[in-house]
């Protein structure tokens, strides 16, 4: 679970919020599509930091157990208790329930996931002797997924896509939004200001490969933000988008980071 009183920073440039303000007024379950890095976190933690919320926050994996969402049973001193998971907690105390990367999950949490989200808002405990949990009016669900182009992701079953019907895509913002988020991140003067320009114009030029399969990763807003404060201590540009951009692509073998390479050296010289 999260504190919603910390100050988070998040530029809301396409007006998510607003969009996910009016889903949560007809409770109406939201869901956001969009790649990896584009900030789909840090919009719900800033809607949740409005609404003085709480945020109970599941990150799917191939290691996320049907336990972390629901509970299990444990043993202490001898008696048998059960530990409520994620779900139950933000369906008894009204908070969000944010379901991050949604369409990594496993097949048995998606079946429980629905259960929960269709119009009874409850969930039967199987584990906990059929007890029942009925959902608070307050209680608010949103979703994230990534494209199916990400490795490790799913088609999330149409029955469950239709739980969540207020959706938004959240895709990277224009450039000179992107500087502007930046700014709310690090300090961008005017000295390095034309560096983190092009630096900007290589992220965008290597997602744009990488949409169309000619890369296999395209950066994230947090790699022109890490950038940016490498050379607000000095480092050289050029050696900084190596650093950040270019050896992310050796994973990839020599020929990939060849050509992020030559693309730093045309535009960094």
């Not at 202490?76 to 949604?102: A, H, Q, R, T």
């Not at 700014?183 to 114009?201: E, G, S, W």
């Not at 693309?263 to 960094?268: A, H, K, N, Q």
Request: proline share 4%; no cysteine; net charge negative.
């Amino acid at each position: 679970m999260s504190n919603v009183i910390e100050t988070i920073n998040y530029l809301d440039w396409n007006q998510s919020i607003d969009i996910l303000n009016k889903a949560n007024k007809i409770k109406l379950f939201a869901l956001i599509i969009g790649p990896k890095g584009t900030g789909k976190t840090a919009l719900v933690r800033k809607f949740a930091s409005e609404l003085g919320k709480n945020i109970f926050s599941v990150n799917f994996s191939l290691r996320t157990r049907e336990s972390h969402l629901v509970g299990t049973k444990t043993i202490e001193n001898g008696e048998i208790n059960f530990v409520e998971g994620i779900l139950v907690k933000s369906m008894k105390e009204g908070g969000i329930l944010y379901l991050d990367e949604l369409n990594a999950a496993e097949p048995d949490m998606l079946l429980r996931l629905d259960e929960a989200l269709d119009d009874r808002r409850q969930l039967i405990l199987k584990e906990a002797e059929g007890q029942i949990i009925r959902a608070s009016e307050e209680w608010f669900v949103v979703a994230t997924i990534n494209p199916l182009s990400h490795i490790g992701t799913k088609e999330l079953p149409p029955q469950l896509l239709s739980r969540f019907p207020i959706r938004l895509n959240l895709d990277y913002p224009p450039e000179e939004t992107e500087l502007e988020i930046i700014k709310q991140h690090t300090t961008v003067n005017n000295d390095n200001l034309i560096n983190i320009q092009r630096a900007i114009k290589l992220a965008r030029a290597l997602r744009e490969a990488a949409g169309v399969e000619e890369l296999f990763y395209g950066p994230s807003l947090r790699e022109t933000i890490a950038f940016t404060k490498l050379i607000n201590i000095g480092t050289d540009p050029r050696f900084a988008a190596e650093i950040v951009f270019a050896n992310a692509y050796n994973q990839w073998g020599e020929v990939e980071y060849r050509k992020v390479m030559d693309m730093i050296i045309s535009i960094f010289g």
